[in-house]
C-alpha cells in the first residue's frame, strides 16, 4: 500500500487484496480443498449467456412456455436448472415491434448470473449506469442499436430482489429454424437489452 499525495494511503486494486486474503486463508489450512476450484468453474462456465439465449429460443418455438417465461420467470429458468445464486427472482421483460425493454442497476452491477452470465464491464461503469436511465436512445445508438423513432424504450432497474431479462423480438426469416440455430443470435448483450439478435447475411 502507498501514499497519496494527500498522505492517505492508497489502496490496492481490488483483485490484488483478494489474491491476497486467499493466500493468507489457504496458509491456515482454511479453505476446503477444491473450493475455490469449483467456484471458478461457476463463474466460467455454469454462468454463461448461452443458457439465457437456450431460454430465449425455447420460448420463441414454445408458447406455453413463453407464458410462463413470462409469467414466472424463475420457474421456466429452473426447467434448463438455471438456479442458485443470483439466479433468484427472475423477470423477463417482452420486446415487441412498439417497446424495446434495457436493464441496468443503477446501483452496482446486479444481475441474472445464471441465465445472463456475469455483468461485462461497461455494464458496472458508472458511465452506463447514469446515462441509460437518462438517454437511453443515444446510449444504445452509441454501442450499435439504432431504434425506429416511435419505438418506445423502457428502462428497468435490476436490484437483489427482482432480476431482469429481456425476451427480444425474435427476427424475422427464422420461422424454420431450430431452437439450437435460434440460440446462436441471442447474446448477452440482447439479454441486457442494449441489443436486437441478428440474422447473419449469408442465412438464407
Known amino acids: 500500500m502507498s501514499a497519496t499525495a494527500t498522505g492517505i494511503p492508497e489502496q490496492a486494486p481490488a483483485s490484488d487484496r483478494a489474491w491476497a486474503l486467499f493466500k493468507a486463508l489457504d496458509q491456515k489450512n482454511l479453505i476446503p480443498q477444491g473450493y475455490a476450484e469449483s467456484w471458478k468453474k461457476v463463474f466460467e462456465i455454469d454462468f454463461d449467456p ?108 435490476t436490484t437483489a430482489e427482482t432480476r431482469y431479462m429481456v425476451l427480444p423480438v425474435r427476427p424475422d426469416g427464422t420461422e424454420d429454424w431450430t431452437e439450437e440455430q435460434l440460440a446462436e443470435i441471442v447474446t448477452k448483450d440482447c439479454l441486457i437489452g442494449v441489443a436486437v439478435p441478428q440474422v447473419p447475411a449469408t442465412t438464407n
Do not use: H
Not at 410462463?68 to 443470483?86: I, M
Not at 437511453?136 to 454501442?143: A, D, I, Q, T, Y
Open 50 to 157: 448461452k443458457n439465457g439465449a437456450r431460454v430465449v429460443a425455447r420460448a420463441w418455438t414454445d408458447p406455453a412456455y413463453r407464458d410462463l417465461l413470462l409469467r414466472d420467470g424463475t420457474a421456466a429458468c429452473a426447467q434448463f436448472g438455471y438456479t442458485g445464486p443470483q439466479g433468484e427472482y427472475i423477470v423477463a421483460l417482452e420486446d415487441t415491434p412498439a417497446i424495446k425493454n434495457v436493464i441496468v442497476c443503477s446501483l452496482c452491477s446486479c444481475t441474472n448470473w445464471p441465465v445472463l452470465g456475469l455483468p461485462p464491464e461497461w455494464y458496472k461503469s458508472f458511465e452506463y449506469r447514469a446515462r441509460v436511465v437518462r438517454e437511453p436512445r443515444k446510449v444504445l445508438e452509441e454501442m450499435g442499436t439504432t431504434l425506429p423513432a416511435d419505438t418506445e424504450i423502457r428502462v428497468y432497474d
